[in-house]
């Protein structure tokens, strides 16, 4: 098999696998018990979050553990805009962010009223920090932006946007999922008030995430005990935060070398099959662990089948709407929603613990799919 999916998840180290499992088995105690056992087990959260802060530059204290990026998304987003209504009733998104943002805001316009701006893709699929501004208004308090897109790479210009939000009451909530770990995630620098981040996309384990906050009050998702500083209740997932520390950890120091070895599974992707009639559903600036292209008039269903059958593992778009017969929002947004480019869309997406013999393996598969 060859697993082409590292967009959707990725395999876990097994130096993660190792710390997680010496976790489970020596550090067994409840973070908030207040013999040895559990000071242990609190001891090792301090240091996983201490990691994480190191990793982003930020302060330990302003790291909050979730279960993911999708909760993450959630508590920035609901927990902001319900603490703060009285500054305005307002909120800014793009139409290509994950389901767990669109859906969030959706869900705060629906039940609580808010006004929700869904800016939309330029006509050449980019998404212009000038779009952002002009959806501005008073009232905004929210703007809620992707670093990468999941289902094709493109790259936001969440640096713009955060200077353009420092003269503006509105605060920046930025959704790291697609880039954390594969290249530089500096929330001072992009003026960021908000970052999200799930393990699993990083070599870490499935379940567990982190959301950078600035110092500034927001509502928890989840009410009951005092972990998490009030934030977050509930015990804390231990040996997994420990794990996604180590991963967090061991992709930020081989950062460059990773991302060029996937530039370089990319190139040489392309030049595998530079023989093949398609076209690439690529906006501008990307990362280069993700890929999505197309061949005119195949059914990108029927293509993945295939490709299943022969031991390659791609996807259509996100894990979310794969398995559905939902056409991607984030193509729709840019071709329109009868576009017949809905149909033929697959994404192939790499991680540094792919090699260039697999993507040889995978082009003639490929080849051989399409006769
Ligand atoms: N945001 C983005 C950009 C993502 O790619 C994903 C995962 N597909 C998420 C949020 C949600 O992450 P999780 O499913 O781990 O909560």
Same mark, same amino acid.
């Given at each position: 098999?060859?697993?082409?999916?590292?967009?959707?998840?990725?395999?876990?180290?097994? /130096?993660?696998?190792?710390?997680m @499992?010496?976790?489970?088995?020596?550090t067994?105690?409840?973070?908030s018990?207040?013999?040895?056992y559990g000071?242990?087990?609190f001891?090792t959260?301090?240091?996983?979050?201490?990691a994480?802060?190191?990793a982003?530059?930020?302060?330990a204290?302003?790291i909050?553990?979730t279960?993911?990026a999708? /909760?993450?998304n959630n508590t920035?987003?609901?927990?902001?805009a319900?603490?703060h209504r009285k500054?305005g009733n307002?909120?800014v998104?793009t139409?290509?962010e994950?389901?767990?943002?669109?859906?969030?805001?959706?869900y705060?316009?629906?039940?609580?009223?808010f006004?929700i701006?869904?800016v939309?893709?330029?006509p050449?699929?980019?998404?212009s920090?000038?779009s952002?501004k002009?959806?501005?208004r008073?009232?905004?308090i929210?703007?809620?932006m992707?670093w990468?897109?999941n289902e094709?790479?493109?790259l936001l210009?969440?640096?713009?946007?955060?200077?353009?939000?420092? =003269?503006?009451?509105?605060?920046f909530?930025?959704?790291a999922?697609?880039?954390?770990?594969k290249i530089?995630?500096?929330p001072? +620098?992009?003026?960021?008030d908000?970052?999200?981040a799930s393990g =699993?996309?990083?070599?870490g384990?499935k379940g567990v995430?982190?959301?950078?906050?600035?110092d500034l009050l927001?509502?928890? %998702?989840i =009410?009951?005990?005092e972990?998490?500083e009030?934030?977050?209740?509930?015990?804390?997932?231990?040996?997994?935060?420990?794990?996604m520390a180590k991963?967090?950890q061991?992709?930020?120091?081989?950062?460059?070398?990773n991302? /060029?070895?996937?530039?370089? %599974?990319?190139?040489? %992707?392309?030049e595998?099959? @530079?023989?093949l009639?398609f076209?690439?559903?690529?906006f501008g600036?990307?990362m280069?662990h993700?890929?999505?292209?197309a061949?005119?008039e195949?059914n990108?269903?029927l293509?993945?089948?295939?490709?299943d059958?022969?031991?390659i593992?791609?996807?259509t778009?996100?894990?979310?709407?794969?398995?559905?017969i939902?056409?991607?929002?984030?193509?729709?947004?840019?071709y329109?929603?009868?576009?017949?480019?809905?149909? +033929?869309n697959?994404?192939?997406s790499? @991680?540094?613990?792919?090699?260039?013999?697999?993507i040889?393996?995978?082009?003639?598969k490929?080849?051989n799919?399409?006769?």
């Amino acid at each position: 098999m060859i697993y082409l999916d590292n967009a959707a998840t990725t395999p876990v180290l097994p /130096e993660v696998v190792e710390v997680m @499992s010496d976790t489970l088995l020596t550090t067994f105690g409840n973070p908030s018990s207040i013999h040895s056992y559990g000071r242990v087990a609190f001891q090792t959260v301090r240091q996983s979050r201490e990691a994480i802060a190191q990793a982003l530059q930020v302060s330990a204290r302003q790291i909050t553990f979730t279960s993911g990026a999708s /909760e993450s998304n959630n508590t920035a987003i609901i927990g902001y805009a319900l603490a703060h209504r009285k500054l305005g009733n307002h909120i800014v998104t793009t139409a290509i962010e994950h389901p767990s943002v669109i859906n969030t805001v959706q869900y705060l316009h629906d039940r609580h009223g808010f006004d929700i701006t869904f800016v939309q893709p330029e006509p050449d699929g980019s998404v212009s920090a000038d779009s952002i501004k002009n959806a501005l208004r008073p009232d905004t308090i929210l703007v809620s932006m992707m670093w990468s897109n999941n289902e094709t790479g493109q790259l936001l210009p969440v640096s713009e946007v955060g200077e353009i939000l420092s =003269h503006h009451q509105a605060v920046f909530h930025v959704d790291a999922t697609q880039v954390m770990g594969k290249i530089p995630v500096h929330p001072l +620098e992009i003026k960021a008030d908000f970052v999200s981040a799930s393990g =699993h996309k990083f070599h870490g384990p499935k379940g567990v995430g982190f959301l950078y906050h600035a110092d500034l009050l927001f509502d928890p %998702l989840i =009410h009951g005990g005092e972990q998490e500083e009030k934030r977050r209740a509930g015990t804390e997932n231990l040996h997994s935060l420990v794990g996604m520390a180590k991963a967090l950890q061991i992709s930020v120091a081989h950062m460059r070398e990773n991302y /060029e070895k996937v530039e370089q %599974l990319k190139t040489h %992707l392309f030049e595998q099959i @530079s023989d093949l009639t398609f076209y690439k559903n690529e906006f501008g600036k990307s990362m280069p662990h993700v890929v999505n292209l197309a061949f005119p008039e195949q059914n990108h269903d029927l293509l993945l089948t295939k490709l299943d059958l022969a031991g390659i593992a791609i996807s259509t778009g996100s894990a979310c709407t794969a398995g559905t017969i939902e056409p991607s929002h984030v193509l729709a947004s840019i071709y329109g929603e009868s576009s017949p480019k809905l149909k +033929e869309n697959i994404r192939i997406s790499f @991680s540094e613990l792919n090699t260039i013999d697999e993507i040889d393996e995978f082009a003639i598969k490929l080849k051989n799919a399409l006769k």
